[in-house]
């Protein structure tokens, strides 16, 4: 899967990360909602995080569309209220 965070770039994730970011895009889709400030900046926080971390930064000539776009890393709780909405950024996996 292929990450694309506005303003960064863009990460390679294992097809067994797609669980966990799908998970921390919920987290982030759930404090939007309740329009809680901090929860939302740590979740959001920790989804960038994990993509950072977990993911494999492509080489800046490397062009390959991405999966899941995600906004930069300064985005506002008001701005994420039209981003992430109902199931969010991120797909649910497909179970099989």
């Known amino acids: 899967m292929i990450v694309r965070i ?3 770039q863009q990460y390679r994730l294992a097809d067994d990360q797609h669980a966990p970011l799908n998970d ?3 987290a982030v889709v759930a404090a ?4 809680d400030e901090g929860g939302y900046r740590s979740a959001f926080d920790a989804l960038l995080a994990f993509v950072r971390e977990q993911g494999t930064p ?7 569309g991405s999966d899941v776009l995600l906004p930069p890393a300064d985005l ?3 701005e994420a209220g039209r981003e992430f909405t ?9 179970e099989g």
């Open 76 to 78: 506002t709780l008001e």
């Open 6 to 8: 506005f303003g960064d």
């Open 24 to 26: 921390l895009d919920d």
């Open 86 to 94: 109902g199931e969010g950024l991120v797909p649910d996996p497909v």
């Open 32 to 35: 939007v909602e309740a329009g």
């Open 58 to 64: 492509l080489d800046e000539d490397e062009l390959i």
